[in-house]
């Protein structure tokens, strides 16, 4: 079975700070892993996406994530934090494979502040 | 493109009652997924299909919770009769399974359904 562990429920930065949300998976077999970007009342976007390419995923608004393995991390950061960024961040897993089931994480609410 | 459309977005009912939500998928995606996303929690699936045929309802309370997708394009999700703890953001998704952006699940704006 698949799943997904996002440390801290919410995460408060400053406007320009470095943004780090971590994102820990386990499955039994090469995992698809997924950042998604929710704002109040919307529905989930997709920020990046890892699929056994390149490890090092860059996404849309300047945010990226790193493949690694040995750690069964996923985590995304984004140098500079920006007042649009406050939302709430989602992690997700799937199986490799024809339009799998993801399996989403708790999630993340990134807050900036001036 | 058009994006994943649902109605309503919001619904307010009484426990007992029942109701349903309808996903319009993006053209041409051939799987469609109905997400149940409890405040504070993170999408959690309910029901796969793959065209008009069910692919995963392991997690689909099925004493009360039916969904269909006639034809392999709408989908309607229902809920009958309403418990308290179905108040939640029902999220319905659908994904192609080839192209740029295969694996890739879209995401509808969901209907917030709230159980008095």
């Known amino acids: 079975a698949q799943s997904v562990t996002q440390l801290g429920s919410h995460v408060s930065v400053s406007e320009g700070a470095l943004v780090l949300l971590r994102c820990n998976y386990s499955?039994?077999?090469?995992?698809?892993l997924f950042w998604y970007v929710q704002y109040p009342n919307q529905g989930l976007q997709l920020l990046l996406k890892?699929?056994?390419?390149?490890?090092l995923v860059k996404g849309i608004n300047g945010f990226e994530a790193e493949f690694k393995k040995s750690e069964t991390s996923f985590h995304l950061t984004k140098p500079s934090a920006h007042m649009s960024d406050a939302a709430e961040y989602f992690c997700?897993?799937?199986?490799?494979?024809?339009?799998?089931?993801?399996?989403f994480g708790t999630g993340t609410r990134l807050q900036v502040t001036l | 493109e058009a994006g994943v459309a649902q109605s309503p977005r919001y619904k307010i009912i009484e426990k007992r009652q029942s109701v349903a939500f309808w996903c319009n998928p993006i053209?041409?995606?051939?799987?469609l997924y109905w997400y149940q996303q409890i405040l504070g929690q993170g999408p959690k699936l309910l029901i796969q299909?793959?065209?008009?045929?069910?692919?995963?309802d392991s997690q689909l309370p099925k004493d009360r919770f039916s969904a269909e997708r006639l034809k392999g394009v709408d989908s309607t999700l229902k809920i009958q009769p309403a418990k308290l703890e179905d108040s939640a953001v029902y999220l319905c998704?659908?994904?192609?399974?080839?192209?740029?952006?295969?694996?890739?699940?879209?995401f509808g704006p969901g209907t917030r359904l709230t159980v008095l």
């Open positions: 998704a659908s994904s192609n399974t080839g192209g740029a952006s295969y694996n890739e699940q879209f």
């Open positions: 499955s039994s077999v090469p995992p698809y």
């Open positions: 890892y699929t056994s390419a390149a490890t």
């Open positions: 997700a897993v799937s199986e490799s494979g024809t339009a799998s089931k993801l399996t």
């Open positions: 053209s041409g995606h051939a799987t």
């Open positions: 299909f793959q065209n008009n045929g069910v692919v995963d």
